[in-house]
């Protein structure tokens, strides 16, 4: 991803998670199926409004630690499904495809 596009996803953070990210990824979001064009990297926190360059674009994620809820609408509100390091295969999940592509905000929630 370049560089102008890490910055618009993580200007939503705020700084501290940010900071958090480059020490290893909980979360990593793709923009594709098997976990390829990599969208963002989180650890913790939550993401009430993704950008433009993610919004509706999640089509795979991978999970190492803890458990993440994502929301089809913003302000965590729509439908939800909860995913953890134990879903899928080692926390690697394509989401189903009534579930992709629809992901506007998430949270960790533990």
């Known amino acids: 991803m370049k560089d102008n596009q890490h910055e618009q996803l993580f200007q939503e953070l705020g700084n501290e998670t940010a900071a958090a990210i480059q020490g290893g990824a909980n979360l990593t979001l793709y923009n594709n199926d ?11 926190g939550q993401v009430p409004r993704l950008s433009v360059n993610a919004n509706n674009k999640i089509e795979s994620i991978v999970i190492t630690n803890g458990t993440w809820r994502f929301y089809t609408g913003e302000d965590f509100t729509g439908s939800s499904r909860t995913y953890t390091k134990n879903s899928g295969t080692n926390g690697r999940i394509n989401l189903p495809a009534s579930f992709d592509n629809v992901i506007s905000s998430f949270k960790r929630i533990d």
């Not at 976990?35 to 913790?44: I, Q, S």
């Open 34 to 44: 098997n976990f390829t064009g990599r969208l963002g990297e989180f650890n913790f």
